[in-house]
């Protein structure tokens, strides 16, 4: 694959993809589930999605009330979070569940609309539609619709807070025509705000973080891709992570000191999931672990085990969602334990003369 870390590297692959869904998106990991959307074949809009490990385990979470599309994005301790539009083409609602459609909660409040977008623990953060019509960041510390902090900074024309870890959360500042603008960085109040926009790049956005750790992605100036990021709280700080081989990369969740996102192959064209740990060179591409061909496929979450979820696209067309899970290395100790064993082996063998001498 031509990064230099694959060889070190191994991954099983479980599919997830349930049985009477299309369009499917696998966007959310934590503590051994699994959340995203898929279709039902029966229906044209999105439904969030909950799994537990295997395809069969697949919980819908659309509530039933909502007759607009749902997706979910994030999970953290049994709780899951995401949107539900009240109407087809109707206002979303930030929502969060407890595993099941009807333990939705709507945390919409006041807002003309919202979405959640990252868990942590018990707070949300997302975004919440204001009168004027912008969208401003927000944290639902306690995660309930009372514990709403609106992060958006004085004359901010708007913002998304997009990841929560512990008291970070991570997102983008918004233009006055709501494009992407710079990458931002709080701590729980719209005075905290740090832009993480780095020097020599035109615009950026901060996915997800993970202790001083933030990651995501920026557009140098003049080139046509954007390149994946990570900062440790300042705009200086930031480590370009796009490798040798790849036209333009994005690094969508990160923990545990490795970043999962994707890449555009210059050789192929295709997209292919990649993971990082911390470097440009760390890069290793996940799609040669994948048991089918497929010319885009992207990682978008990644939880503290090292598990992550994505999805793909195969030749036919059909969508896949993915989960790939690390196999640990071996120990160290072990393998020098067996080592001193094997040789205390053969010198009893030798002395009772089962393995031959050197010819003297």
């Known amino acids: 694959m031509g990064l230099a870390t694959l060889a070190n590297a191994q991954y099983t692959v479980t599919d997830l993809t349930p049985a009477g869904y299309t369009g499917l998106f696998g966007y959310g990991i934590g503590g051994g589930l699994q959340v995203g959307s898929g279709t039902p074949t029966s229906s044209a809009i999105s439904h969030a999605l909950l799994w537990s490990g295997t395809a069969g385990s697949v919980v819908d979470l659309h509530p039933s009330s909502y007759t607009g599309g749902s997706e979910a994005f994030g999970v953290s301790g049994g709780t899951e979070v995401g949107y539900g539009a009240i ?7 930030a929502l969060k569940w407890a595993g099941t459609p009807g333990s939705f909660v709507d945390l919409n409040g006041t807002f003309s609309m919202s979405a959640a977008y990252g868990i942590s623990g018990i ?5 919440g539609t204001v009168p004027s019509g912008a969208n401003h960041a927000v944290l639902w510390a306690s995660g309930t619709v009372g ?3 609106d992060l958006n900074p004085t004359g901010f024309p708007g913002s998304i807070a997009y990841g929560i870890g512990g008291s970070h959360q991570v997102g ?3 233009t006055s025509s709501g494009s992407p603008d710079h990458a931002l960085l709080w701590s729980g109040t719209a005075g905290s705000v740090v832009d993480l926009n780095p020097m020599g790049f035109d615009t950026s ?3 997800g973080v993970s202790g001083s750790t933030q990651a995501g992605q920026g557009l140098p100036t003049g080139a046509s891709f954007s390149h994946a990021l990570i900062w440790s709280g300042t705009a200086g700080s930031v480590v370009d992570l796009n490798p040798s081989g790849f036209d333009g990369t994005v690094a969508r969740a990160i923990a545990s000191g490795k970043e999962v996102g994707w890449g555009v192959n210059t050789d192929t064209g295709h997209t292919d999931a990649l993971v990082w740990s911390g470097s440009a060179a760390s890069a290793i591409d996940l799609n040669a672990f994948l048991p089918f ?3 885009s496929v992207h990682a978008r979450g990644i939880d503290a085990a090292g598990d992550i979820i994505g999805d793909a696209i195969l030749s036919d067309g059909t969508m896949h969602i993915v989960m790939w899970t690390p196999v640990p290395e071996p120990n160290s100790s072990l393998l020098l334990i067996g080592a001193g064993v094997a040789a205390l082996a053969v010198r009893w063998k030798k002395k009772l003369g089962l393995v031959a ?3 003297r």
Do not use: P, T
């Not at 109407?87 to 609602?93: T, V």
């Open 87 to 93: 109407s087809l083409g109707g206002a979303s609602h």
């Open 123 to 127: 707070a949300i953060v997302g975004l």
């Open 147 to 149: 514990s709403v902090v």
């Open 172 to 174: 983008v500042k918004l």
């Open 205 to 207: 956005i901060a996915w």
């Open 293 to 295: 061909d497929s010319s």
């Open 357 to 359: 001498e050197d010819a």
